[in-house]
Every structure is written in structure tokens, then in C-alpha cells.
């Protein structure tokens, strides 16, 4: 297991934070209970998402875009007081004259490869691309031959296919026991996997359900919102879906809705999953207003995480200390997230530019950052000395 799985009963973390005006760092005491802002980095610029090597505890990406530059990716190596822009950043190929190009419309999603390959990364795009860098994020290329795959294009969709901000490609995952196994997802076109290294991606969207009056046979109709793979036990995932919440254990290629147990005047609607670092039966979601005109808010203004502890059977509702009405925020799903500590602490980012935060696996919550524009990503992580 990598060693992000290991308990740690104190210590600071360091909260990396993504909003439409820039990016802030925010840091703990030992106690997890005071924190301390960073100056905005960028200020102005939409940041995506923002993460922390943990091969290393020093380089930082950002997932930018900005005016002048366009979709860009910032990084630094020492530990996020410097900062330099990548000289290569993610491009689609160029397409023989005559022929209609892709253009990379934002920077989406950035992962750390696998703990055997240092300074290596890889980035989904809007609309949906897959790249990789292997010299610390300073130059990108594209990655395997979905870009260019015309059965993939079609999955993909258009350009234009009602997605907030744009068709994504996120949720890159690498397996911790294997670099070569692979997977990703796309809003819309499913969840794929390689077990080649990227050389080839097989679909992985048997059992789950696409909207009323779509085919679910159909790639394009799938749209997962986050998918997370257990550290503890890598044949589990689960994810969050468009269409309800789901898990996945291998070899098993169905995956089966769990988000029917939770409470039918919640729903399982939303963006974000959080699994526990290493209880592959524990896992939390942050449900958003499912209802037919999609409004994508807490459901009646008054937001809970819920956890299951048994792979789904059941959900708890967690709210204690989270307001108790007209809250009406949404929560992405780049913007929850944990750190590694024992008990496990969550952190929730919302659209209202507040950080909530919990050092008792949810059981109570503390609003620990406020006034800040509206957050895109929240990623935890303990900063190299």
C-alpha cells in the first residue's frame, strides 16, 4: 500500500484550494483546529484544481485559466513560493489541413503517476483529452490515442453538451499496484480503463443508469461526477454519478447502485466522493437537489455530508454544526476531499467561498475559511520540511 495509507494521529496539513479568482493555501496547527490563509496566488485567474506531488511534499500544480494566457499549468517545486508557468502546456494535435481541430478549452484535472515514476503526471481537459508531462509538469504531451480516436470523439460528445464550464475528462486514476492500470472518467462518455499503460481504454459502464429517455447501452449518455479508487483495497471503486452513486468491486465490470438506500427526500445526487484512506467500506458523499430541473444546491438549504461504513448498505447524515437552512451552495467535485489522519479529517469547499471542515470523520464540522471567491477544488496534503 503507498504510504498515504498510514495513520497519522497529529501533524499539520496543508489545504490547497481552487476558486474562480485564484488559488490559496491554508494551514493547520498540529491540532487541526486553528488554521492560517496564505496570500492569494494568482489572484484573478480561474484555478481548476491545485495538487500537491506526494512522491515528493514540494511541487505544486495549478490547473489554470487566464485571460492572456489561456488554459495553462502553474507549478512550483518549493513547496509553493515560487511559482513558474509550464513552457508546453496541454494541446491537442494538429489535424492535416482540411480537417476539423480540437482546441483545449481548460485545464481540468490534475493526478500524480504512479509512486514509481517521479515528476511524471497526467491532466484532463475540456472539452475531454488525456495528457501527460515526465519532467514535473513543465511541458505536456498528449497521452495514449483517445484524443484522436474517432469511436472516442463520438463518445465524447459536443463541444456543446450542456456540461457547466464543458465537457471534462477527470478522475484520472492509477492503480498503486500498477502502473499500467488505469482509468478515467468523462462528463459525458463513462468511465474507461487500461490495463496497457494508456495504449488502449475498454469502457466500464455496465449497471449504471443514464437519464429517462436515453440509451444506457449508449458511452456518450453516461456521465460520472467523481470516481475514487479504495487505497486500502484498490479493487473497490466507487463514484459519484449524475445518476446516483455506485461501487465497483473487481473483477466484477458491473457496477451497482448503492445510492438508493440513502433518504428519498435527499436523494443520491451530486459531485463529489471521499473514501476513507484505509476502511474500504467507509465512504462519504455531499448530496445535491436532484430534482427534474437539476438547481444543483443543498437539498432544502440545509447541507450534510452522509457516510456509509458498511460499502453502502447504509447512509448517516452528518450535518452537526453545518447550517441548519437557507444555505443554498453547491459543492463540487474536485471540492471535498481528506486528509490522512486517525480520526480521518474532511474538508468540504463551497460555491459561497467557505471551507468546512471536520476532524472527526464528520461527525461535527467547523466553517475554517470564509469570504473567499467561489471554490472549484480542495485537495489536502502534509508539505516536505
Excluded at 486553528?34 to 491545485?50: N, V
Excluded at 483495497?233 to 465497483?248: A, E, S, T, V, W
Amino acid at each position: 500500500m503507498p504510504s498515504s495509507t498510514n495513520a497519522i494521529t497529529s501533524g499539520t496539513v496543508t489545504l490547497f484550494i481552487g476558486t474562480r479568482k485564484g488559488a490559496f493555501i491554508l494551514k493547520s496547527d498540529r491540532t487541526r483546529r486553528t488554521w492560517k490563509l496564505s496570500a492569494p496566488i494568482y489572484l484573478g485567474h480561474i484555478i481548476h484544481h491545485m495538487v500537491c506531488d506526494p512522491r515528493d511534499k514540494r511541487t505544486i500544480l495549478m490547473a489554470a485559466s487566464t485571460g492572456h494566457l489561456g488554459p495553462t499549468i502553474f507549478r512550483s517545486t518549493d513547496g509553493g513560493k515560487t511559482w513558474k508557468e509550464s513552457t508546453a502546456p496541454p494541446t491537442f494535435r494538429k489535424r492535416p489541413e482540411g480537417e476539423k481541430g480540437r482546441t483545449v478549452g481548460h485545464v481540468f484535472w490534475l493526478t500524480p503517476c504512479h509512486a514509481n515514476e517521479p515528476g511524471s503526471w497526467y491532466t484532463g481537459t475540456s472539452p475531454q483529452g488525456l495528457f501527460r508531462s515526465d519532467d514535473g509538469g513543465a511541458t505536456w504531451k498528449p497521452f495514449s490515442s483517445i484524443n484522436d480516436d474517432p469511436q472516442y470523439i463520438e463518445w465524447m460528445g459536443s463541444v456543446q453538451d450542456g456540461t457547466p464550464d464543458g465537457p471534462k475528462l477527470h478522475s484520472i486514476i492509477v492503480d498503486p499496484r500498477d502502473p499500467k492500470h488505469l482509468y478515467f472518467g468523462m462528463s459525458g462518455g463513462g468511465i474507461h480503463e487500461s490495463i496497457d499503460g494508456g495504449k488502449t481504454f475498454a469502457p466500464l459502464i455496465k449497471g449504471m443508469e443514464t437519464v429517462e429517455g436515453f440509451d444506457a447501452s449508449v458511452v456518450t449518455y453516461h456521465d460520472p461526477h467523481c470516481i475514487r479508487l479504495c487505497p486500502s483495497n484498490p479493487d473497490r471503486l466507487y463514484h459519484q454519478n449524475h445518476c446516483g452513486i455506485y461501487r465497483i468491486d473487481r473483477p466484477s465490470t458491473e457496477w451497482v447502485r448503492i445510492g438508493k438506500t440513502m433518504p428519498k427526500k435527499v436523494g443520491d445526487i451530486g459531485f463529489p466522493m471521499v473514501v476513507h484512506p484505509r476502511n474500504a467500506d467507509t465512504a462519504w458523499v455531499f448530496p445535491m437537489d436532484g430534482t427534474t430541473v437539476w438547481p444543483r444546491v443543498s437539498p432544502e438549504g440545509k447541507p450534510a455530508a452522509y457516510v456509509t461504513r458498511n460499502g453502502g448498505t447504509k447512509w448517516i447524515r452528518q450535518d452537526k454544526g453545518l447550517p441548519r437552512s437557507n444555505a443554498w451552495w453547491t459543492v463540487k467535485r474536485q471540492a471535498m476531499t481528506h486528509d490522512t489522519h486517525n480520526p480521518v479529517g474532511l474538508y468540504v469547499g463551497t460555491t459561497q467561498g467557505e471551507i468546512w471542515a471536520s476532524h472527526n470523520e464528520g461527525s461535527t464540522w467547523t466553517c475554517i475559511a470564509k469570504h473567499l471567491p467561489e471554490i472549484y477544488s480542495v485537495e489536502a496534503a502534509a508539505l516536505g520540511r
